[in-house]
């Protein structure tokens, strides 16, 4: 029974907690932190907004809402022997022995409510769980025979109690009231339902489990003049209309036909992780190193690439397909696994549109300094970017609402879940024995057990592609979590670079030259040594050794960026483990003998060139007809095509041309030539408000707490520290506010409100930062912001004062 003592609202519920369990629920559910609720009864509406109430159960598992759906068809308030009934505890142990942590999970966050022996669902989740108006809710079941009757006249409901077996009543409510307490009595509902004709408990069966709607028309038919299974049910009230064209089994009526039960199958304890096979912790670490060696090195090559090429900025935003599947061919990738590293590089901050006019994605100077890093640093970029970002590479090329293509580095890829699940997913890795690696259908069935609201396909979606994109990043061996991985888990970057460093190959600053104008790289290069090699020579293969090949358009590629031949020569000489082969010298110096000749400058465009024999050979060509050149003098040649077009045409031609300047000098196009401003990465798109931090968490607790006594305890005045408050410099106010905020101190403060009234009062900083200071005024007992240039003046609080 209810006790005297027993809470009336969800706000004196709240009231008789303790500080522990109020600052359990503002960090379950940190919404409800967002602006600090003035007291108690305002932190319990906000509780119950339906937003809110929503986002919580988002938050809950499986069982969790099972017990929450089982609460909302009952009775309220529930006595807790309803809702074992609901939930069948008295056939599966398992479930008694979930379900007092359910209900205490449900307490924590405030759904549920009132005495242990009078359980209450707040009446928000009631409506989201057990919807009224014809709507049924997750457990399939239809709405009470008080809502599903109530368009009935009196003289029909009065005509099916008499087909029921029941006596007659006096009203509408008293004839729904004695329908329901029929179907409570599971006896005396089989006992009628065992006159049921054939095929009306087949009719019962396809509607018992939800949903609980009959697409069949509605008939106001006696029990004598029943002709179908249908008929003899919607006389007997087994069957009441729900509109025109449909009707509906009443809730009392499905409860009775499942035996009270709430669910068919209930799902106490999380799905087992099964796991597909183990390797040596060892092997996957080394794995793992490796492709996070390869993941480091394959953004560094794309950057590289668009360093000296820059593909443009779509119109709408984003990389136009051709430049994707360009970028693709020359990284020797797949084009979904092209746009994963591009992505990774510009949610880190390292890619970025350039802001011209003619906009083109090219490396931020933050690219440059991340090459100065060790390998291990850099890859912690690259894994924290990918940890946090809320951008799905997985999504280039699908479609959105409006059937627009989704392009990569473009907009629309953001989902907010994604750093939840990957975070999920990992922590499951990371539960598994070492080595272990997960079987990825069980990995989907115990994300879906915990999050059951959140994502739908989208987060069975995520969770291969979280397994797939962790592999490439180097996170995961053999789709082991690598030991070195885990302390990301909680945050502890330096103990992971720790453990990755040592097992990074070590790189080389040799390659073997060969007579067939090739070069063998048996391992990882520095990084000075493979740019430049990427600009000398094509890359031909790639595996446990990267094979390159010079070719006369890779040598002129080095001699337009600047590289003379002597330099290449040494450069081969210098970085050589075998004698320079006389093919590739020759090479060299042929391509350098030929290399600017012919000079190409803005006119549209002109060809100089001191040799008028071979601007005679240039006219007569007729590949060269789509330029229009025509003479000039013996040495420039005029052309109707713009400087690029004409170096790109000559070129394909066989010829080897240099681009000048205005001045006559040759242009140079360095690795490094192209570099945006600075520029701040993506930010990622936040799911909800960000977590509470514990001293937000204290001081919250401490506001709401004195918001309730206000009413009744009367303000205690503001003593002052012995006279006005010296006048700080801004920065030692600032420094005083920040060392307050981390050792949690209350300070005296001078303030000046925006009247120019002046004032002296001490704060419990919780937070400084974008000019404004958060902090508990003990003055005034609630949380407040103070503008920090109107702050006068800080001291520290005496002892005794504290």
Same mark, same amino acid.
């Given at each position: ?541 790639? $595996?446990?050794?990267? *094979?390159? !090949? ?7 590629? %080095?001699?337009? @960026? #600047?590289?003379? =031949? +002597? ?120 799911? $909800?408000?960000?977590? *509470?931090? !514990? ?7 401490? %506001?709401?707490? @004195? #918001?309730?006594? =206000? +009413? ?91």
């Amino acid at each position: 029974m209810k006790t005297a003592s027993a809470p009336r609202t969800l706000a004196e519920d709240l009231r008789g907690r303790d500080d522990d369990a109020l600052g359990a629920l503002l960090r379950a559910r940190p919404d409800l932190v967002h602006p600090v609720p003035a007291d108690l009864t305002q932190l319990a509406t906000r509780s119950s907004t339906r937003a809110s109430v929503i986002r919580a159960l988002e938050r809950l598992n499986r069982f969790t809402l099972q017990v929450a759906e089982a609460l909302a068809v009952a009775a309220d308030p529930c006595e807790p022997g309803e809702l074992r009934a609901l939930l069948g505890t008295a056939q599966e142990p398992e479930v008694e022995a979930a379900l007092g942590p359910a209900l205490a999970t449900l307490r924590d966050a405030a759904l549920l409510w009132g005495d242990p022996e009078r359980l209450r669902l707040i009446r928000t989740a009631r409506d989201v769980l057990a919807p009224g108006g014809g709507q049924p809710g997750p457990t399939g079941l239809g709405p009470v025979f008080a809502e599903a009757g109530a368009g009935l006249s009196p003289g029909r409901l009065q005509e099916i109690l008499a087909d029921a077996g029941l006596p007659s009543t006096h009203d509408q409510v008293s004839a729904l009231t004695s329908l329901s307490a029929l179907f409570a009595d599971r006896a005396r509902a089989d006992a009628l339902l065992s006159q049921a004709p054939e095929g009306a408990r087949g009719v019962l069966n396809k509607l018992v489990w939800g949903p609980p709607f009959g697409a069949t028309p509605p008939r106001a038919v006696r029990a004598a003049d029943a002709r179908t299974p249908v008929e003899w049910l919607q006389a007997r009230g087994f069957l009441l209309p729900a509109g025109r064209d449909a009707v509906v089994l009443p809730r009392e009526v499905a409860l009775c036909l499942r035996g009270g039960l709430a669910h068919r199958q209930l799902e106490p304890i999380a799905p087992d992780l099964v796991t597909a096979r183990t390797i040596d912790p060892d092997q996957a670490d080394r794995a793992a190193a490796a492709q996070a060696f390869t993941a480091v090195r394959t953004v560094e090559e794309a950057l590289d690439l668009w360093s000296t090429e820059p593909p443009t900025v779509l119109r709408a935003g984003g990389l136009g397909v051709r430049d994707l599947r360009r970028a693709a061919q020359a990284l020797d990738l797949t084009e979904p696994m092209a746009a994963f590293w591009l992505e990774l590089a510009y949610g880190a901050g390292l890619l970025a549109p350039d802001g011209e006019a003619d906009e083109r994605w090219a490396p931020t100077p933050a690219f440059d300094e991340w090459l100065r890093r060790p390998v291990a640093e850099r890859w912690l970029l690259l894994a924290r970017t990918w940890l946090t970002a809320t951008r799905l590479a997985a999504l280039v090329g699908s479609r959105d609402a409006k059937d627009k293509v989704l392009p990569a580095l473009g907009g629309g890829l953001d989902r907010a879940l994604a750093p939840e699940i990957r975070r999920d997913v990992l922590t499951l890795l990371a539960s598994l024995p070492p080595g272990g690696a997960g079987e990825p259908a069980s990995l989907t069935a115990r994300v879906r057990w915990q999050r059951p609201l959140r994502g739908g396909e989208l987060r069975d979606r995520l969770v291969s592609w979280t397994l797939d994109e962790a592999e490439q990043l180097g996170l995961t061996g053999r789709r082991a979590l690598a030991r070195f991985a885990v302390p990301l888990l909680d945050g502890d970057e330096a103990s992971a670079e720790a453990r990755l460093a040592p097992l990074l190959p070590e790189p080389l600053d040799q390659v073997i030259l060969q007579p067939d104008l090739t070069a063998i790289a048996p391992g990882p290069l520095h990084t000075p040594l493979a740019q430049t090699l990427a600009v000398a020579a094509d890359v031909e293969s790639k $595996g446990g050794a990267t *094979v390159y !090949r010079f070719t006369p358009d890779s040598v002129r590629r %080095a001699l337009d @960026a #600047g590289r003379s =031949a +002597a330099e290449l020569h040494a450069f081969l000489a210098d970085h050589s483990s075998t004698p320079v082969p006389q093919p590739l010298s020759y090479l060299v110096d042929d391509v350098a003998r030929r290399h600017g000749r012919l000079r190409i400058g803005a006119a549209s465009a002109y060809l100089r060139c001191d040799d008028d024999a071979l601007l005679d050979e240039l006219l007569a060509d007729r590949r060269a007809a789509q330029l229009r050149l025509r003479r000039l003098a013996p040495t420039v040649l005029a052309a109707q095509a713009e400087p690029t077009a004409v170096l790109t045409q000559l070129r394909a031609m066989g010829y080897a041309p240099a681009a000048e300047s205005a001045d006559g000098d040759v242009l140079i196009s360095r690795p490094d030539a192209r570099r945006t401003p600075p520029r701040t990465p993506p930010a990622p798109v936040p799911d $909800g408000p960000p977590p *509470v931090t !514990r001293a937000l968490l204290s001081a919250a607790v401490k %506001a709401i707490r @004195a #918001g309730d006594r =206000a +009413a009744t305890v009367p303000h205690r005045g503001a003593e002052t520290p012995g006279g006005p408050l010296p006048r700080t410099p801004a920065s030692e106010t600032l420094a005083t506010l920040q060392t307050a905020v981390l050792t949690g101190d209350a300070v005296w403060i001078g303030y000046v409100n925006a009247e120019g009234s002046a004032s002296q009062r001490v704060i419990e900083p919780v937070r400084v930062e974008g000019g404004f200071v958060t902090a508990f005024d003990q003055f005034h007992e609630e949380m407040r912001t103070f503008s920090l240039h109107r702050i006068t003046g800080v001291a520290e609080l005496a002892a005794d004062e504290g």
